[in-house]
């Protein structure tokens, strides 16, 4: 009985753990969490205090029967289970069935997959910390409570299938509630006017700011006209040139939440593929000749502490590759989000010195991306501010007022590694000349860096043209993922292990739909919503939510016994249950008209939401099965047969295109989002580019460029198009046309770019909503990821 026994998750991980404890140690997974509560009945003893009835999960008997015949014959038992409220609970559990002591020291931990960490985690063992099993107790606990009591009443009431809980429910609530915000938004008409003139030196451009030193507003046509009748006749003079330097902070290394939203925004990852593939790079992979090899550290964490031992290898490294002007005098200190539990250290690779190009040949695609990421952001993280040299001009003419603002790189700093994306707007890693806004950059950079031509005060500028162009305030964006998981993160909803599966799941119930990357909220997510406001308001409260995880955390830290929020909690639940049981009446969902007629029987056909999205039924059903893709229609004409409209289809990457109705019979295509209305010059087809928030409307015949904001807005409609019947729901759009592959024609619309090599010839796919993992786009001298 020489052999001591290590238990982890994973075989995974079990394969890095071994390779660094030799032959004295057998390291085996329980693949998993190996009990939980029972499916079939509530599993709480509320009477007896609350004590959960735990079972062997299905299909864990073999694995823990096999642990147990082990553990007999070793000498000692360790239990190595992630270093987190599960992980701690997942080691109790084991401890429990395999009877071992609970005060003995059995607990290891470590919170990167190193020798290092290893072998000293294993010097250093301790007894089970009873205080964290009991925050995830409690948390698993009140979520049964929750979830089993309410969701058979909403499956009475409404539908079965349905489900609620503490934290997704208020994350569909914040969907609905932005969804509210923009639909009841009532767009503002303001104006700009830029002035170019003529200096010494060259061109300048400058933006009306106000009258004296005040902040004007052009709220209508009229002040405009009111600003060029001032300007008529007056000399424009330079009055002052304000010249400083600013610095640009790097960003924190990652933590959960910081991960998935940058993975998201650069990489095009959902959340849970973040979290697989960081699960997988934590646990170990296969470095040829180094054998198991964790990449990163500990992936669930909301610190962004980073440990003494790595900052001076990253700092060592620097020096090295990129020179002292690369070194900070100090090592970065940044202070925990408040409410942050800071147990692990930030994400951050194992060794900065395992640089991504060198462990690539041994990496999946995904793999090596994310790891890319997470070491480029760390590296940066250890770096020093970007230097900006930013000039403000500020010119007048009579009271009037313009400036004209530029910003040119000194010392490019982190940004020799790494730069951050913003959403809607990728940046390319390693890309220093581009940048982009930054606060600490000044605000009166309006985005893209450049360079202003130098004049002196006093000088006398020559006027050569004025343009004043309408705008109309924008309603607020909806979430993108990457945005609902920082909301949910600033709220304190939830915890970084349940940012990812929180998302999955309000989108599995139907309760929202990611359309072009954005959630919307589903008829049937606003009824539940409704339902779970008026029945059951403390659920659906994001603050009272955000004081549940609070007190978890304080019963995590030992400041609060579990029993006692469990009781406080239930005591008000269990009224708020009797009274939804005895008020709440049955709803039937109202059936939501497309506004189109079945072509089999002539009934209208209505709009249903199924697995991958939605999708039109007949409203005859059972006596007539007739179902459609929903196909949206921009609203604009098809501009190359001039009958059909264009319509929005998916490519089989999940990209959004546009093809003319008709097809086959014609066989337009676009990448670019039509906007309904004709050119006001030519009538031709009007296409938006840029950012949603800056979008510009450009003609595909004459070339004309309008400010996106000056053109009304329209609501995109259903569209009935020849096409199969499906099955199940979810429509397989009719077929698009293979014309717009790589090597073939460019779209029309598209001026002649055509889509990248990377994109696959638009074909009929199922849409689940979801938006493609990657979109790519190219340039001249690169490809990033949009």
């Not at 000039?391 to 603002?405: C, L, P, Y």
């Not at 009929?764 to 909503?769: E, I, P, T």
Request: proline share 8%; hydrophobic share 35%; aromatic share 8%.
């Amino acid at each position: 009985m020489s052999e001591s026994i290590v238990i982890v998750e994973s075989p995974a991980k079990a394969k890095t753990i071994a390779k660094y404890l030799g032959r004295k140690y057998r390291v085996l997974a329980s693949m998993g969490h190996v009990r939980d509560l029972p499916k079939s009945e509530l599993g709480v003893d509320i009477e007896a205090g609350f004590v959960p009835k735990y079972i062997t999960i299905r299909g864990k008997g073999e694995v823990l029967k096999a642990l147990k015949d082990a553990a007999k014959k070793a000498s000692r038992v360790y239990l190595a289970s992630d270093p987190d409220r599960e992980g701690e609970a997942i080691a109790w559990h084991l401890a429990q069935y395999l009877k071992l002591d609970l005060d003995a020291p059995i607990r290891v931990v470590f919170h990167e997959i190193t020798e290092r960490a290893v072998k000293e985690s294993f010097q250093h063992p301790r007894k089970i910390d009873r205080a964290l099993v009991d925050a995830q107790q409690a948390r698993r606990i009140l979520d049964r409570l929750v979830g089993y009591q309410i969701s058979p009443l909403l499956w009475k009431k409404v539908k079965k299938g349905l489900s609620a809980g503490r934290v997704q429910s208020v994350a569909v609530k914040l969907i609905i509630d932005r969804e509210n915000e923009i639909e009841a938004f009532v767009p503002e008409e303001y104006w700009t006017v830029d002035v170019h003139l003529e200096a010494a030196a060259g061109e300048l451009v400058a933006q009306f700011y106000g009258y004296g030193e005040e902040k004007t507003p052009l709220r209508s046509s009229a002040d405009v006209a009111a600003l060029l009748r001032h300007l008529e006749g007056r000399p424009f003079v330079v009055l002052d040139v304000a010249r400083r330097e600013r610095r640009r902070k790097p960003p924190a290394p990652f933590t959960t939440s910081t991960l998935q939203q940058e993975a998201s925004r650069k990489l095009g990852f959902r959340a849970t593929r973040t979290m697989r593939v960081a699960q997988e790079l934590y646990e170990g992979v296969p470095l040829g000749p180094e054998g198991h090899v964790g990449l990163i550290t500990y992936m669930r964490t909301d610190s962004v502490r980073v440990s003494e031992l790595a900052q001076a290898e990253a700092r060592a490294y620097l020096a090295e590759v990129f020179g002292d002007a690369y070194v900070p005098a100090a090592p970065p200190v940044r202070k925990a989000r408040a409410g942050a539990q800071d147990a692990h250290e930030a994400i951050r690779p194992t060794s900065v010195r395992r640089t991504p190009e060198a462990v690539k040949p041994y990496l999946s695609r995904d793999q090596y991306r994310l790891y890319r990421l997470i070491w480029e952001r760390f590296v940066a993280s250890q770096m020093p501010p970007a230097v900006y040299d930013t000039t403000t001009v500020t010119i007048g003419a009579g009271d009037a007022r313009f400036r004209a603002a530029g910003s040119v790189i000194q010392f490019d700093g982190f940004l020799r590694v790494y730069e951050e994306a913003t959403e809607d707007r990728p940046a390319e890693a390693r890309e220093a000349k581009g940048g982009g806004k930054s606060e600490d950059v000044g605000e009166e950079d309006v985005g893209e860096l450049r360079r202003i031509v130098p004049v002196e005060r006093g000088e006398t500028l020559r006027h050569l043209r004025t343009e004043p162009r309408q705008h109309f305030t924008q309603p607020p964006p909806r979430y993108s993922e990457a945005q609902l998981v920082k909301t949910m993160e600033e709220l304190g909803i939830g915890r970084p292990s349940t940012y990812a599966p929180t998302i999955e799941t309000i989108q599995k119930r139907g309760y929202v739909v990611l359309r072009d990357r954005r959630f919307h909220p589903t008829e049937l997510g606003r009824l539940v919503t409704e339902l779970l406001e008026r029945f059951f308001p403390e659920i659906i409260d994001v603050s009272f939510t955000a004081k549940m995880e609070a007190d978890l955390d304080r019963i995590e830290a030992g400041a609060l016994d579990s029993r006692t929020l469990l009781e406080t909690f239930y005591a008000q639940f269990q009224r708020r249950l009797e009274a939804a049981e005895a008020e709440m009446a049955p709803v039937t969902l109202e059936p939501e008209y497309a506004g189109v007629d079945c072509d089999v029987c002539g009934r209208p056909m209505v709009v249903k939401t199924g697995r991958y999205g939605k999708f039109l039924a007949c409203s005859g059903y059972p006596e007539c099965t007739n179902t459609k893709p929903y196909v949206v229609s921009s609203g604009a004409r098809c501009p190359k047969c001039g009958q059909g409209e264009l319509v929005e289809r998916r490519s089989k990457r999940g990209r959004v295109f546009y093809g003319c109705s008709r097809f086959p019979e014609c066989d337009f295509t676009t990448w670019d989002r039509p906007h309904p209305a004709p050119c006001p010059e030519c009538g031709g087809l009007l296409v938006l580019k840029g950012r949603r928030d800056r979008e510009t409307a450009v003609c595909t015949a004459c070339g004309v460029r309008l400010d996106g904001e000056a053109l009304p807005p329209v609501e995109p409609t259903p569209f009935l198009v020849p096409g199969p019947q499906v099955s199940e729901g979810p429509a397989v759009p009719a077929p698009a046309p293979k014309a717009v592959g790589a090597g073939a024609p460019a779209p029309e619309a598209s001026g002649g770019r055509g889509p990248a090599p990377d994109d696959t010839a638009p074909e009929a796919v199922a849409s689940d909503g979801s938006g493609p993992d990657v979109r790519k786009k190219k340039t001249r001298d690169r490809e990033y990821v949009r």
